[in-house]
């Protein structure tokens, strides 16, 4: 089935440093890649819906200049964390979907395998 | 309230227990409906769709009643391996969000 790499699973970085997630779909053209955040015991809140090609949409509460999203191709799209700090310090995973799937054909959604980042 | 509430748990559960969680979601326009597993610390995986008939995959039978807004998951049978948390997921394509998760619910299996 289709593969969702994401990388690292873990960072440990020192406050005010900025920290590169990667996600990549690994056999499938992925025209909308999803950003999750969760803390622990919480849900996956949806931080930003990244479209190949153009500017992410961010969700309400979430800082796009703090929080920033890259999806230069069809299977690679970044979130850096700029400037960390200990509250950003939280499970990160991302969620691909095939370019000519619904999110509701649940077989069409795939994840990561998140990236846990520790802020010291 | 929650677009999807979940009731958090922790269930702690013996081996061979059946167990339920429950799901309800707030608008109404949702569209489909998913259990997802999660262990800890790892990506969400896929359980099962949810449908008004109801399904059932083995030990696990979702169930949807869309007049209450509510959804359920019975697992008969528990086993160690069962251990996880279980989020309800609620699509609606209404939503910009699309994909709603719950909260999600904590099942420990006991030997």
């Known amino acids: 089935g289709a593969v969702v790499s994401q990388h690292p699973s873990w960072v440990i970085c020192k406050s005010g440093t900025s920290v590169k997630i990667e996600c990549r779909s690994l056999?499938?053209?992925?025209?909308?890649m999803f950003w999750y955040r969760q803390f622990p015991k919480q849900s996956l809140m949806l931080m930003a819906t990244?479209?190949?090609?153009?500017?992410?949409?961010?969700e309400q509460g979430v800082e796009k200049d703090k929080f920033l999203i890259n999806h230069a191709s069809l299977t690679l799209s970044t979130l850096t964390v700029t400037s960390a700090h200990p509250e950003d310090s939280s499970f990160y995973i991302c969620?691909?979907?095939?370019?000519?799937?619904?999110?509701?054909?649940?077989?069409?959604?795939?994840f990561g395998s998140g990236t846990q980042l520790s802020v010291l | 309230r929650k677009e999807v509430e979940q009731d958090p748990g922790p269930f702690n559960v013996p081996e061979g227990a059946t167990v339920a969680f429950n799901c309800t979601y707030s608008?109404?326009?949702?569209?489909?409906f998913f259990w997802y597993r999660q262990d800890c610390r790892k990506e969400p995986k896929l359980l099962m769709s949810?449908?008004?008939s109801g399904n059932e995959d083995g030990r696990f039978t979702a169930q949807l009643n869309r007049a209450s807004q509510y959804i359920s998951l019975l697992i008969r049978d528990s086993k160690l391996s069962d251990s996880a948390t279980y989020l309800c997921?609620?699509?609606?394509?209404?939503?910009?969000?699309?994909?709603?998760f719950g909260s999600g619910t904590q099942l420990t299996v006991l030997p």
């Open positions: 969620s691909a979907r095939d370019g000519t799937g619904e999110i509701a054909t649940n077989e069409k959604l795939f």
């Open positions: 997921v609620v699509f609606s394509s209404g939503s910009a969000r699309q994909l709603t």
């Open positions: 056999d499938f053209q992925a025209t909308t």
């Open positions: 949810v449908y008004s």
């Open positions: 990244s479209n190949e090609g153009s500017k992410a949409t961010y």
């Open positions: 608008n109404s326009a949702s569209q489909s």
